[in-house]
């Protein structure tokens, strides 16, 4: 792809040309199936990518990153099924790696993915006519199977200039300043003051109990014997967890309510038995909700069958359909009264970032999988409006926890993140354990993030 002349005319000595860019595909298989909003997921595809930088001086460095497809979230569609989507999205990741690798010139990956983010989506419509699809390829799904190109050229930027991938988007590297990405109330701000100096030591980790996940061992239909904890009350004293997610499938209030009751139950026990008090929770429906309605019903049911739960409770995460626009009656005002919304699936832009702000979400869920360059703006973009921040996973295993525990690490705000995989998919992180055993063991309820702190994103 050819640059405009007037960007060329204006090089940052910092800039880096794509000299190389591959991606691969690996499989993994749960240890046990994942259940949200309805959907139930025992396999995983990785997208890995290889790519290669180089400056006008001559210097050079590899860069690497690796993101679950996530077709079963990204792209749910029970008429295309799993492994049409999953199929769309490999398709897709091909078009992606040319249209990266035919990039030409020297630029700051915060410009390249701004550049390159049409075209990509322009890649999702010739997969989807190509494929005969019954319905376009969701702008969501364009930006996972694009995150871990994106990803890898921050990683390699990093290390050309001897810096972690959240410093080299500030004044010292890009050329313009963050109006030209978010607008005007930014004008003359740039990336490093929204981005923490140094990452936090320890990240507050989220458990998930997904919605057909066992509580208790009477809750077991069969066993794994796997050396793992298989239930709720065995993971809580093995992790030290302090931090439970519930994941839902909604649209029967009364199973709702009272899965948060038995989760509550199960998890005040064995924490008592750990002597532990402190412990909060998230509510994910994933749009299980059908409106607001449901989400204020829901609310009041909990607050009835357990007492003062909502103290516990960090936030709630995306309770109706993710199509905002298509949905305008669905204003959370009145639900956020009890714990700040939080917008996930409508999260693709700035756009959707203000119009949920507009219908009373008062946070958003940060994603390693929606790109670093997405990530980075949309942080700076909820400082800066005020909105809640929590950083959220893929179940992603291996270099994709890495990259998003640095999410978590160098946000500020961001004080907890969902770390899944180990309980799902171990084999994937196995290679991953011993460099970063603080981030892929945890034993105390947080993720170690005090080896972030080389350059790039820590993923090579």
């Not at 050329?175 to 929204?194: A, K, Q, W």
């Not at 069958?305 to 005002?333: C, S, W």
Request: charged share 25%.
């Amino acid at each position: 792809m050819a640059l405009p002349a007037a960007w060329m005319a204006v090089p940052a000595a910092t800039d880096a040309q794509i000299d190389e860019l591959r991606i691969e595909f690996e499989d993994f298989l749960y240890r046990a199936p994942y259940m949200f909003g309805g959907r139930k997921v025992d396999r995983v595809t990785m997208l890995n990518v290889h790519c290669r930088l180089s400056t006008k001086a001559g210097k050079s460095a590899s860069g690497f990153a690796s993101m679950p497809m996530g077709n079963a979230w990204a792209f749910p569609d029970r008429e295309i099924g799993y492994d049409g989507t999953l199929e769309a999205m490999k398709r897709l990741a091909r078009k992606i790696e040319t249209t990266t690798l035919d990039y030409s010139g020297y630029a700051h990956p915060l410009d390249v993915n701004h550049e390159l983010e049409p075209e990509y989506l322009k890649a999702a419509e010739t997969v989807a006519k190509e494929m005969g699809l019954p319905r376009p390829i969701p702008k969501l799904c364009t930006l996972v199977t694009a995150s871990p190109v994106d990803a890898s050229l921050y990683d390699a930027f990093g290390k050309l200039h001897g810096r972690s991938a959240f410093h080299v988007a500030g004044k010292d590297f890009v050329r313009r300043d963050l109006s030209h990405y978010l607008g005007e109330e930014f004008r003359g701000e740039y990336m490093d003051r929204y981005v923490r100096p140094k990452p936090a030591a320890r990240i507050r980790m989220y458990h998930s109990v997904g919605a057909s996940d066992a509580l208790t061992a009477g809750d077991l239909e069969t066993r794994l014997d796997d050396g793992l904890p298989e239930t709720l009350e065995d993971w809580i004293p093995y992790s030290g967890v302090t931090a439970v997610k519930i994941k839902f499938n909604g649209g029967d209030l009364e199973t709702d309510v009272e899965r948060v009751a038995a989760i509550h139950r199960v998890t005040e026990q064995a924490q008592s038995k750990r002597g532990y008090d402190d412990w909060i929770y998230c509510l994910d429906f994933n749009e299980g909700c059908p409106d607001v309605e449901y989400v204020l019903d829901f609310e009041r049911g909990v607050e009835e069958k357990v007492p003062g739960l909502f103290r516990r409770v960090q936030y709630i995460e995306q309770p109706t359909a993710r199509d905002l626009k298509a949905h305008p009656n669905n204003t959370m005002f009145e639900a956020a009264k009890l714990a700040p919304i939080v917008a996930d699936e409508s999260l693709t832009d700035l756009e959707m970032l203000l119009l949920a702000r507009d219908m009373g979400y008062t946070g958003i869920a940060l994603k390693a999988c929606k790109g670093q360059s997405q990530t980075l703006l949309m942080a700076a973009a909820a400082q800066k409006y005020g909105m809640f921040r929590c950083v959220q996973d893929l179940t992603c295993p291996g270099a994709a926890l890495v990259h998003s525990a640095g999410v978590a690490a160098y946000t500020p705000g961001a004080k907890t993140l969902e770390a899944n995989a180990r309980q799902y998919v171990p084999s994937a992180s196995e290679a991953w354990v011993e460099r970063y055993p603080g981030l892929f063991d945890v034993r105390d309820g947080y993720l170690d993030t005090r080896g972030l702190t080389g350059p790039g994103l820590g993923t090579s």
